[in-house]
């Protein structure tokens, strides 16, 4: 029975991604190269700080979702939390994110018939589950002023990503974290880290089912140090979201039924949805797939399952191919970020306290 797609992760990229884990052979000869791309990051930051690079300010806060650790940390279910959490405050915020993808360099709008192709698979969730407006574009500064223009009413921007774009200034950033922490420390390509874990900023956020002293400590530089956890209760059939059960009575019916059960996740960290269907009682087919992967390559059609859970990432691009769209075997598992509250209340406290451009 087939457990991964041609267009799985490749032999390469597993084994930096194992390598970068530990201090072993194959990442301590990387580790000359490592100091020269963290020397060059270091530069390439002092000469925005010191203002020999240009960086632009927009007229309202900025706050920065991002990550130091390539890959996925899940920094868009906590962009999607972080702009509920700002709404509730009184905000009226927006969204500006690369767009992973997306076809040209020129801000684009995120609307009701934008396609992942277009604008990006992450952008078109966050739209969808937020409702704000969200544009995208190589330039975070270049498509934040196209969406004030757009929307004179937004007061806030979040943008998804971009902790290194530094051509964007910010006033609060936040870097998440998963359980991975920083791996063996050190900056690519010996390491994960695009910067030093000793990295400024606001706020740490870490993504994990437990914070345990060692890892907090190797993620918390000198920031404060908050928990998220991402859950996910539900099930969606894709060809009719109405169509819905708890994840534990899905994975009952199909003890009971005998059905074959396969997990497809396009994203930085499949074992993290892996191990959630896992504790929900599933027992599972993994079909680990590279990040915003596009799924042209029809990873289905040979795979003997005969219920395939995906994530909501996932699902925005599968609803775009027709076959897969139909097909009866396809469940999205939407998840949500859970973190204390306290934390919004803070980020609140800071953006008040920004003054406009």
């Known amino acids: 029975m087939p457990t991964t797609s041609p267009s799985a992760p490749s032999a390469l990229e597993t084994t930096l991604t194992r390598a970068w884990l530990r201090r072993g052979p194959l990442a301590c000869a990387l580790w000359p190269v490592s100091l020269l791309f963290r020397g060059l990051a270091g530069l390439r930051a002092a000469a925005y700080k010191l203002g020999l690079s240009k960086s632009e300010k927009l007229p309202v806060p900025v706050v920065v979702v991002g990550n130091i650790f390539i890959g996925g940390t899940g920094k868009t279910p906590l962009t999607i939390w972080l702009v509920q959490a700002l709404r509730a405050a009184g905000f009226t915020p927006g969204v500006v994110s690369r767009g992973f993808g997306s076809k040209d360099g020129v801000p684009r709008p995120v ?105 907090h ?101 599968c609803a775009q191919i027709e076959e897969l769209r139909n097909d009866p075997r396809l469940w999205v598992v939407p998840v949500a970020a859970r973190i204390d509250g306290a934390l919004a209340q803070q980020i609140v406290e800071k953006c008040r306290g920004c003054s406009s451009a």
């Open 111 to 215: 609307g009701t018939a934008s396609t992942p192709r277009e604008v990006g698979d992450e952008p078109v969730l966050i739209a969808a589950r937020t409702g704000c407006p969200v544009m995208v574009g190589r330039s975070r500064a270049a498509a934040g002023r196209a969406l004030l223009a757009a929307h004179p009413q937004v007061d806030i921007i979040v943008t998804d990503d971009g902790l290194q774009h530094y051509a964007l200034q910010r006033d609060v950033e936040v870097v998440l974290f998963d359980g991975r922490g920083v791996g063996n420390g050190w900056t690519l390509p010996a390491g994960p880290l695009r910067e030093p874990p000793s990295r400024r900023r606001d706020f740490t956020v870490v993504n994990a089912a437990r914070l345990t002293p060692g890892l």
């Open 217 to 317: 400590s190797a993620v918390a530089g000198a920031a404060p140090v908050w928990q998220m956890t991402l859950a996910g209760d539900m099930a969606e059939r894709l060809q009719n979201r109405s169509e819905q059960a708890t994840l534990p009575e899905l994975a009952q019916r199909a003890r009971s039924q005998g059905l074959r059960v396969a997990a497809a996740a396009g994203i930085g960290n499949p074992a993290r949805f892996f191990g959630m269907l896992k504790a929900a009682g599933f027992e599972l087919i993994e079909l680990p797939l590279p990040d915003h992967h596009d799924f042209l390559d029809r990873p289905f059609a040979q795979l003997e399952a005969d219920l395939i859970l995906m994530t909501e990432k996932d699902a925005v691009k």
